[in-house]
């Protein structure tokens, strides 16, 4: 058996002893709940009234919102829409809220739905650059952050370079980033880089 006293630091001690931090982290995941509600509802509003067919299987799968605490330590909500995971052929919208770090779009497609999208990513390479999207450069498809060795933003990716990413890996994910302090507007903007990624979807 140990005898070696577990401690806690004094600023440890004052947030142990301060409920309403925790209470307070509580109301403000429920708020981020509620944004991403009302965010796929514009959503599905705005795929129901566009001119953008995407596959059948794709839209027959509900949309999901999902949570945790532990995301490098932090919790995190994330709503996938639209979605659809099979092994080797991934579509999906991906919006997330990072804890102390910030909302993020990103779509995420390998395997077929990657090949019938490439060349027109490719080609809106400009507008991308443009818009403020960021190219995940890294082999694991499953991370989020926004380190150099996860992603770039366009303006410091060629067009040649972007082209191979593109192409040589087997999946691909284009990530818009918002900052937690444009909380007020951070529906409005979402929502307007989710068409821009929609869009990409054309045939």
Request: glycine share 4%; with cysteine.
């Amino acid at each position: 058996m140990s005898d070696a006293k577990v401690r806690l630091s004094q600023k440890e001690m004052e947030i142990a002893a301060n409920a309403e931090l925790i209470l307070t982290k509580n109301a403000i995941l429920k708020k981020v709940n509620l944004l991403l509600g009302n965010l796929l509802e514009n959503q599905r509003q705005y795929l129901e009234s566009g001119s953008i067919q995407l596959p059948s299987e794709v839209m027959q799968t509900s949309p999901k919102i999902s949570k945790g605490e532990n995301h490098n330590g932090l919790p995190y909500l994330i709503l996938d829409y639209p979605r659809y995971f099979e092994q080797d052929n991934i579509l999906a919208v991906r919006t997330m809220f990072w804890w102390g770090n910030f909302f993020s779009i990103t779509l995420h497609l390998s395997g077929r739905y990657k090949k019938m999208t490439e060349k027109k990513i490719i080609s809106s390479f400009s507008l991308l650059k443009e818009k403020g999207f960021y190219c995940c450069v890294n082999d694991d498809q499953w991370a989020h952050d926004f380190e150099k060795n996860n992603y770039l933003p366009l303006i410091e990716i060629s067009e040649p370079d972007f082209k191979h990413l593109i192409s040589d890996k087997s999946f691909l994910k284009l990530s818009g980033k918002l900052s937690l302090q444009k909380w007020d507007s951070a529906e409005e903007i979402l929502l307007n880089s989710f068409g821009q990624i929609i869009g990409l979807l054309a045939d």
